[in-house]
């Protein structure tokens, strides 16, 4: 079971200084937020603090300026407009640490990028003793972070009066566990991406506890492959073969009865079913095809608990992505506990239109994987020290 950790809602935050670690790094383009889904996740905790009246400073990092270094283009400018515009309300833009002595009680501000300050990305105790020093409470809200040990994700938690876990935060642990500690059988997993390698602590991990584990993408042309299949010119990982087949004799890993086939990976290409025993020397497997979909989509009525890391297959591009949409509105339509993570993933649920239908959207990439393949994530940790003390 997982250790406790402090909420929000636990806590009095009125008449207190309140520094919210979010995560605002968002896209921007000619100075302009082009997608605010992460700011919106972070309203509610921010919301929050303001109805108690606390202090508010938000702080959170954008981009990979060079540490240490005021970068115009990596400016929380554009956010600090965004977010005043979703709260209708002004949101300054703090340039110094110390600045944040200057924000009222019921008033908001932005901290400038993290980043921007020395120590940051290497966890310095004096940085994270200045950022400390600006609050009575500490909150961490931001999950995509909380695989890293920053200053201002790790460090200030360790010197904060009082430290806990925002509304996002908490809701991410919540599911997470949910999905990966008790989870409702049958446990479906889905997980695709380019190479068995970068995903074989998460397959292994979902061994132990899923019934089943559909793959997709180059992942599924190694385990194609491994069952003794020619896949042609397709993406695949030969020294893992041997790998993918102790993980399939862990496992049901389902493969595909049909598949979608092209010469290239190109937009102009045509997609053609091919029969899994019938890909051709010349061709690369790019999608699942429409029988597997639809027996996979079936097979999914059934379950109790998905977890859903990746697409099937190259989604971006029409004739290569069926199988992701058909999948992705079995998920839709299932009465499953399901729970999706990873930047494409939520780009084909942002596609096909199923978001509320998906019980929990998970805003973490890298700490969502690292969750999964039951690693302590640093921020949360810290937290939990804290909450024992």
């Known amino acids: 079971m997982a250790k406790p950790i402090l909420q929000i809602g636990a806590i009095d935050l009125a008449g207190k200084r309140v520094i919210i670690r979010a995560d605002l790094n968002v896209p921007v383009t000619d100075s302009e937020v082009t997608s605010d889904a992460r700011i919106r996740a972070s309203l509610p905790t ?3 603090a303001l109805a108690a009246n606390a202090s508010v400073v938000v702080m959170s990092h954008l981009g990979r300026p060079t540490e240490g270094v005021y970068n115009a283009e990596s400016s929380l400018a554009p956010v600090a407009r965004r977010l005043g515009q979703l709260l209708n309300r002004e949101v300054r833009l703090l340039a110094q640490i110390e600045d944040c002595a200057s924000v009222a009680l019921g008033e908001i501000a ?3 990028n993290v980043r921007f300050f020395a120590g940051e ?6 940085l994270a003793k200045r950022y400390a020093e600006q609050c009575e409470v500490f909150v961490h809200d931001a999950f995509g972070t909380a695989h890293r040990a920053q200053a201002s994700t790790y460090g200030i938690a360790k ?8 509304l996002l935060l908490g809701g991410e642990l919540e599911a997470l566990n949910r999905a990966l500690a008790a989870p409702k059988q049958p446990m479906f997993a889905i997980v695709g991406g380019s190479k068995v ?9 979902l061994a132990a506890i899923a019934d089943n584990i559909i793959v997709g993408g180059g992942i599924a042309n190694t385990f194609i492959a491994a069952a003794g299949y020619n896949i ?3 993406l695949y990982e030969p020294d893992l073969l041997n790998t993918a087949r102790e993980i399939a004799a862990q496992v049901t890993i389902p493969i595909p009865v049909d598949v979608v086939v092209a010469k290239a990976l190109d937009e102009a290409e045509n997609g053609i079913v091919r029969l899994i025993d019938e890909v051709g020397a010349d061709e690369m497997i790019l999608d699942i095809g429409p029988q597997t979909a639809r027996d996979w989509a079936t097979m999914l009525e059934t379950a109790g608990t998905v977890l859903w890391n990746g697409p099937l297959g190259v989604f971006e591009f029409e004739q290569f992505g069926e199988g992701t949409r058909i999948l992705a509105e079995a998920i839709a339509a ?3 506990f399901s729970i999706a993570g990873g930047g494409d993933t939520l780009a084909a649920i942002d596609k096909y239109e199923v978001s509320e239908k998906i019980s929990y959207t998970s805003t973490g990439g890298g700490a969502f994987l690292e969750f999964v393949e039951g690693k302590t994530l640093p921020a949360v940790e810290i937290l939990q020290l804290r909450n024992e003390r």
């Open 232 to 234: 042609g010119t397709s």
């Open 159 to 166: 010197f904060a009066p009082t430290v806990c876990a925002g």
């Open 110 to 112: 932005l901290l400038e």
């Open 197 to 205: 390698s970068t995903k074989l602590e998460v397959l292994n991990t």
């Open 334 to 336: 299932s009465e499953a």
């Open 121 to 126: 990305k290497g966890n310095e105790d004096a």
């Open 46 to 48: 921010i919301e929050l």
